[in-house]
Structures are given as C-alpha cells and as structure tokens.
T-cell receptor, first 111, second 110 residues
Framework: RKEVEQDPGPFNVPEGATVAFNCTYS??????FFWYRQDCRKEPKLLMS???SGNEDGRFTAQLNRASQYISLLIRDSKLSDSATYLCVVNIFLTGNQFYFGTGTSLTVIP | NAGVTQTPKFRILKIGQSMTLQCAQD?????MYWYRQDPGMGLKLIYY???????DKGEVPNGYNVSRSTTEDFPLRLELAAPSQTSVYFC?????????FGPGTRLTVT
C-alpha cells in the first residue's frame, strides 16, 4: 500500500477557475504535511505547509483532515502560471524523519 | 546565495561503472536528503542525514552509499551501476521539516 496517494489528473481548467486536489495518506503516525509544486523537468519547490486548522496563502488554501487521513489543496482564480504538477508530501518522524511523496497531480490552466 | 547545488547535471554510465553524485548546500542545514524520481512516479527517499557523521537509509537504499563528513556536503555513491538506476536524482536540505531541492542530476545507465 502506498504511503501517499494522489489522483494524477490531468486537470485542465480555464483561467480564473477554482480547482481542488485531494491526497490521502495511509500512516496515522504521519506528523507533518506539505504541498510542493514541480514544473516540468525542474526540482520540487515548497508551496505550503498544511496545518490542522487549515491555512491560506493568497489564492491557495490547504486543509488537513486527520480523522479521514486526507489533505486538500484549493487554488482559486487560476493563473496560467499555476500550470505544474502538485506533489503531496507527508513526514513520518517516528521512522526517522522520512518524507513520502505522492506521484503528483498535473494541472494545466488554459487561456 | 547558491542554495543546494548538484553536479553533474547529466551523466551516461555503462552497466557496472561507478560514480559519485555531488551535493552541496550553503544554508547551514542539518538535514540533507537524496531522492530519485522515475518518470511518472513520486520521489523516493534513498538516504538521508540529520547532521555531519550521521546517515540513515530511506525507502530505496540498495545499490547506493552516502557519507556526510561536513555539514555542507552529502555525496551519493553508485557502485556497479544497473539500468534500474536510470533516473533523476535530487538532493535536498532543510533546517526542520521544509526541504530545499537542488536542480537534479539526470542519470542514464546503458
């Protein structure tokens, strides 16, 4: 069973649309949660951490549901520059500070 | 501020050859990581280090070795390269839970 699972997409949305991605994790000992963004053939870059109370950064909102073991990312007012792959990442400190990455969800924002 | 640097950017190896992928960071981070990313797959942790002199295995350590003699450097050694090691290798560093990635090394083993 994979530690982190994401819908690979692709999601093709028009500019200005709202899009949401979900991610589930299997280990209830998971402690920290993140969304990373990866552009084609580039390195991943941290988009935002995900806190239990939910958090917002501009057009991006992240939510964590520990009971159901899922994480979500909402992007409002999509821009062309949001086109990328979004990676869900989980940290399990009990196993030695290991990070587990989902396979990513591909987003293309269309003019 | 260079961040995390990796060399080389590209490399083609023949089966059975060995090589070392270099990684350096100038942010004084204690944590450093090596990942591999196969096409259409998520990143898989190979090895990580919580500080100089301390390393530990990740999910997919077989066929690789690491060392951490300084805070700045975390080289990854491939012994007896195999086609299954064809991948993009990313090094990352962090002070706690956030990770900053280098640009990657694209390795092909033929």
């Amino acid at each position: 069973r994979k530690e982190v699972e994401q819908d690979p997409g692709p999601f093709n949305v028009p500019e200005g649309a709202t899009v949401a991605f979900n991610c589930t994790y299997s280990n209830s000992a998971s402690q920290s949660f993140f969304w990373y963004r990866q552009d084609c053939r580039k390195e991943p870059k941290l988009l935002m951490s995900v806190y239990s109370s939910g958090n917002e950064d501009g057009r991006f909102t992240a939510q964590l549901n520990r009971a159901s073991q899922y994480i979500s990312l909402l992007i409002r007012d999509s821009k062309l520059s949001d086109s990328a792959t979004y990676l869900c990442v989980v940290n399990i400190f009990l196993t030695g500070n290991q990070f587990y990455f989902g396979t990513g969800t591909s987003l293309t924002v269309i003019p | 501020n260079a961040g995390v640097t990796q060399t080389p950017k590209f490399r083609i190896l023949k089966i059975g050859q060995s090589m070392t992928l270099q990684c350096a960071q100038d942010m004084n981070h204690n944590y450093m990581y090596w990942y591999r990313q196969d096409p259409g797959m998520g990143l898989k942790l190979i090895y990580y280090s919580v500080g100089a002199g301390i390393t530990d295995k990740g999910e997919v350590p077989n066929g690789y070795n690491v060392s951490r003699s300084t805070t700045e450097d975390f080289p990854l050694r491939l012994e007896l390269a195999a086609p299954s090691q064809t991948s993009v290798y990313f090094c990352a560093s962090g002070a706690s839970y956030e990770q900053y990635f280098g640009p990657g090394t694209r390795l092909t083993v033929t």
